[in-house]
């Protein structure tokens, strides 16, 4: 198997293809065109600057585009960029596709979905059931498929539905600690808290924000999304309020994103799931990277810091 772009040190020299994941168009202090690209394999991604462009690179070095790169390593500003020495479209020839680049989630999609299933079968409220029920199958497809972030955690395919199974399995552990909260509210809360997502965001590869992503966004997607199924379904009463607030609440506070603070149990505790398995994502994916006795590149989502992983920990 071939080595991972990000399991290069600095220093070392790369002769790899990789995928353009996004592609942004800047000018620097000469006045001369360049580009930010960021360049991924299934290892994950990593920073290049292509400088003194033509009119028509955008185009090639485009998103989802596959190119030869030759370059190395070098450390800058905390984090590993590629300093790129030579780069050209794939060619035919190469026989490489874009799925050879993807990196996926760590469970498949079958038993995410047979995980997902359960949870909602244990369910005992039928109100909560049937609207989680009816609008996982109504974006089943892209919900198995999409990530659930463009950057920062879960921003791989099936990423989405990843982090859904692991805060279910949270949710469930924590309620068997704290049994007065509800596990239909929680569970409905973990599935339906993001799906927007499938709305918000592009697909699965080199994924951007649609208009009604930057517009609208997951949230009030999927505030709206629960009222259409409730009128579908012909459901009245608290649990489709419960679970919007669930929904409007998760992100925790306006700053963050939430339109409403956490105003019942279960908002709060989702609110902590959530905040957990991403930080978790984050600082597990960031130290893969590095050695023992040596520190992460910096984590914006954390406050920008770096961590240490501990020499005794091998």
Excluded at 252 to 259: D, I, L, Q, V, Y
């Amino acid at each position: 198997m071939a080595k991972g772009i990000l399991h290069y040190e600095v220093g070392e020299q790369v002769d790899i293809h990789l995928l353009v994941k996004s592609s942004t168009k800047g000018i620097a202090s000469n006045g001369k065109a360049f580009l930010t690209l960021f360049l991924q394999d299934q290892s994950g991604e990593i920073e290049a600057k292509l400088w003194d462009v033509n009119q028509g690179d955008e185009t090639i070095y485009g998103a989802q585009n596959i190119v030869k790169i030759f370059g190395d390593i070098h450390h800058y500003r905390g984090r590993n960029q590629l300093k790129i020495r030579n780069i050209r479209p794939a060619n035919k020839e190469e026989e490489v596709n874009i799925s050879d680049f993807l990196e996926t989630a760590p469970l498949d999609k079958e038993e995410m979905n047979d995980k997902i299933t359960q949870y909602i079968f244990e369910m005992k409220n039928p109100n909560i059931q049937r609207i989680t029920r009816h609008l996982l199958k109504k974006h089943g497809a892209e919900f198995m498929e999409y990530p659930a972030a463009t950057r920062n955690h879960h921003e791989f395919v099936s990423g989405l539905a990843y982090h859904v199974v692991s805060m279910l399995d949270l949710a469930k552990a924590i309620a068997s600690l704290y049994p007065s909260l509800d596990t239909d509210l929680l569970y409905s809360g973990v599935i339906l808290h993001d799906l927007g997502k499938v709305i918000e965001l592009s697909g699965p590869i080199s994924t951007t924000y649609t208009v009604e992503g930057n517009l609208i966004g997951h949230i009030s997607i999927m505030v709206n999304e629960i009222a259409k199924a409730a009128e579908h379904l012909h459901i009245e009463g608290e649990e489709v309020v419960i679970l919007q607030h669930l929904v409007l609440s998760h992100h925790g506070k306006a700053e963050w994103g939430s339109p409403k603070p956490p105003m019942i149990k279960e908002a709060e505790i989702l609110h902590y799931i959530d905040n957990l398995d991403a930080k978790m994502n984050m600082l597990d994916r960031a130290l893969e990277r590095v050695k023992p006795g040596e520190f992460s590149e910096r984590i914006f989502a954390l406050e920008n810091r770096n961590f240490y992983k501990p020499l005794f920990l091998k």
